[in-house]
């Protein structure tokens, strides 16, 4: 059963414009999540992460938002450039994951950037 | 500070071989990850260490998994008489406190033929 949710496999968006990225979790539990982005042959960094006491975070180009009544969050990215172009994945983490506070993944969405 | 180091960076072996990773984090963080991706999957967890201690091992880590980390710096993660499904990138993070993000190695891709 997939707790983390990522429904689109891919997208494409086109330089300078707006990349949303979606996520859904089933567990009520979860009350941190993060973004990570992916490239080839290399293991996921860090993008920004938000705590289920907010509804927004914002770093720079990266905004996460949080609906915890839709178990809902999105990755919004502005301007889009070709650099971001990488598999984002979504995680969450939350008290029944106990002190180990393990991070429960969704598959993945593919952004391509296209110049 | 160089970040999570992972050595190597691929390994090929044969079916029913012994194989061993290497995983060096971030000098100050006490936690320690292992997980494992395979194509089109996110990471799976597999075992956490706090310092020296385990503290978590994953129902996917059979018995012919082991991982240490003697000393609370670097880990091994050993993985004896190995089988095709066991191909994957074993990828190790670390962190300093609980529920900070995990800093990821570039992973060992492990091939078993």
């Known amino acids: 059963d997939q707790q983390v949710k990522q429904n689109s496999p891919s997208l494409s968006v086109q330089e300078g414009r707006i990349s949303i990225l979606n996520c859904d979790y089933t567990n009520s539990m979860f009350d941190y999540f993060l973004w990570y982005k992916k490239y080839p042959a290399e293991g996921p960094t860090f993008l920004i992460s938000i705590s289920s006491i907010k509804d927004k975070n914002e770093d720079g180009r990266f905004t996460v938002f949080l609906n915890k009544s839709a178990k809902h969050l999105s990755l919004h990215i502005v301007p889009s450039q070709p650099g971001d172009s990488a598999v984002y994945f979504c995680a969450a983490s939350g008290q029944n994951a106990g002190n180990n506070r393990k991070l429960i993944w969704g598959l993945g969405t593919s952004l391509a950037v296209n110049p | ?113």
């Not at chain 2, 494992?36 to 260490?49: H, I, M, N, V």
């Not at chain 2, 008489?81 to 190790?92: H, K, V």
Request: glycine letters at 8%; hydrophobic letters at 25%; a positive charge.
């Open chain 2, 1 to 113: 500070d160089t970040g999570v180091s992972q050595n190597p960076r691929h390994k090929i072996t044969k079916r029913g071989q012994n194989v061993t990773f290497r995983c060096d984090p971030i000098s100050e963080h006490n936690r320690l990850y292992w997980y494992r991706q395979t194509l089109g999957q996110g990471p799976e967890f597999l075992t956490y260490f706090q310092n020296e201690a385990q503290l978590e091992k994953s129902r996917l880590l059979s018995d012919r998994f082991s991982a240490e980390r003697p000393k609370g710096s670097f880990s091994t993660l050993e993985i004896q008489r190995t089988e095709q499904g066991d191909s994957a990138m074993y990828l190790c993070a670390s962190s300093l406190v609980p529920n900070s993000p995990l800093h990821f190695g570039n992973g060992t891709r492990l091939t078993v033929t």
